[in-house]
Every structure is written in structure tokens, then in C-alpha cells.
T-cell receptor, first 112, second 117 residues
Framework: AQSVTQLDSQVPVFEEAPVELRCNYSSSVSVYLFWYVQYPNQGLQLLLKYLSGSTLVESINGFEAEFNKSQTSFHLRKPSVHISDTAEYFCAALSYGQNFVFGPGTRLSVLP | DTEVTQTPKHLVMGMTNKKSLKCEQHMGHRAMYWYKQKAKKPPELMFVYSYEKLSINESVPSRFSPECPNSSLLNLHLHALQPEDSALYLC????????????????FGEGSWLTVV
């Protein structure tokens, strides 16, 4: 069975500082990986995904994530955060024959 | 169009009421999902419909009754709920249920905030 771990439940960071949100997964088969963002009082929005090919994937709002098979990780990074990035971030994994598995989430708080 | 539409956005109901949550997608997806999300927690899977047939019921109490009238619509009928059922209910859809196809992303609606009083 697959599982997803997000080690940091909360990450406070000052505006314009870089940030990394960590995600590790376990799966015995090939896996697809996703990052979803949930702004306050809203549903989940897909931020970016890794399916195959280049291990570095980017979103339109400056986030990027790198798939590292040897470390079973899919960490999310942004070089300079904005107040508007304050949200809950969920890492998720999907493999053949399995349902989506979500990590517990990381609350990113961007401070002025 | 990657939109999943949920109505109503907010619902307050008494413990003896009967109400329904509705969900619609027009992406041609053949898998649709209901998730329940409590504050500061990840979404928890409740039901999965695959090709309009109930595929997964994650031991959800019978006071929650899903229905999939056609490939675009998904309902969640609510009856005799408890205050602890108050949560955000998220509908989602994907091309199909498993990861068999590349790009099988789950798309979520904005959710229905349910308060049981």
C-alpha cells in the first residue's frame, strides 16, 4: 500500500523568503505525485503534478517540485513567497489500482 | 474546462432534516468522488463511483446516501445527521478511478460547507 508523509505540519516564513515543503511517499510500484493547495475557506486546487519525464515540474505561480526516486521525495519549493501563498498544501500520490492518498498537509503561513 | 461545480456552498440543517448536496462535471470523467474534510485535516474518502456504479464505500454511515444519476452528476443525500458530521464536503472527478492512464488527475470542486445543528 502507498502512503504519503509531510513532516512539517506548519511552516512560518517571512515574505520574499524561500520556502520548501517536504513530501515523502512510499509505494512498491510506479507512482504519480501531486501537490494541491487549499486557500482559506476554499476547495483544493491542483498546483502541479509529476507523471513521467522531467523530474522537475513547475506551476504557473512560481512553485516547483522535484521528483527524487532514490529518496522517495517530492518536495515543493518557491524561491520567494508572497502573503497570498498562505494556505494549506497537500501532497498526494496515486499508483495503479489504488485510490489517491493524501498526506496530512502543511500549513504555510507567510508573515509580513 | 476543468471545473467541478458543487451546490449549495453552505448548508445548515437540523438533525431531523433531509437534504442533498449536488455535484456536476462536464469533463467526460468516469470516476466521481465524495470526500469529507474536517478543519486542519486532509480530505477523507467517503465514496467512489466508477462508470456510474458505486465502487468504494469507505464504511460510511447509512445516514449518508450517494447517488450517481448519470456520468456528469453526483449527489449526496443526507438524513438524520449528527453534529459531528459538520464538515466541508468535497466532490471530485477524474478520468477514471485508477492510475492506469497518464494524467489521471483528480479535480476538486469548491466544496459544500455543512453545519448540523
Amino acid at each position: 500500500a502507498q502512503s504519503v508523509t509531510q513532516l512539517d505540519s506548519q511552516v512560518p516564513v517571512f515574505e520574499e523568503a524561500p520556502v520548501e515543503l517536504r513530501c515523502n511517499y512510499s509505494s512498491s510500484v510506479s507512482v504519480y505525485l501531486f501537490w494541491y493547495v487549499q486557500y482559506p475557506n476554499q476547495g483544493l486546487q491542483l498546483l502541479l503534478k509529476y507523471l513521467s519525464g522531467s523530474t522537475l515540474v513547475e506551476s504557473i505561480n512560481g512553485f516547483e517540485a522535484e521528483f527524487n526516486k532514490s529518496q522517495t521525495s517530492f518536495h515543493l519549493r518557491k524561491p520567494s513567497v508572497h502573503i497570498s501563498d498562505t494556505a494549506e498544501y497537500f501532497c498526494a500520490a496515486l499508483s495503479y489500482g489504488q485510490n489517491f492518498v493524501f498526506g496530512p498537509g502543511t500549513r504555510l503561513s507567510v508573515l509580513p | 474546462d476543468t471545473e467541478v461545480t458543487q451546490t449549495p456552498k453552505h448548508l445548515v440543517m437540523g438533525m431531523t432534516n433531509k437534504k442533498s448536496l449536488k455535484c456536476e462535471q462536464h469533463m467526460g470523467h468516469r470516476a466521481m468522488y465524495w470526500y469529507k474534510q474536517k478543519a486542519k485535516k486532509p480530505p477523507e474518502l467517503m465514496f467512489v463511483y466508477s462508470y456510474e456504479k458505486l465502487s468504494i464505500n469507505e464504511s460510511v454511515p447509512s445516514r449518508f446516501s450517494p447517488e450517481c444519476p448519470n456520468s456528469s452528476l453526483l449527489n449526496l443525500h443526507l438524513h438524520a445527521l449528527q453534529p459531528e458530521d459538520s464538515a466541508l464536503y468535497l466532490c471530485a472527478s477524474s478520468q477514471d478511478q485508477s492510475g492506469a492512464y497518464s494524467g489521471n488527475t483528480i479535480y476538486f470542486g469548491e466544496g459544500s460547507w455543512l453545519t448540523v445543528v
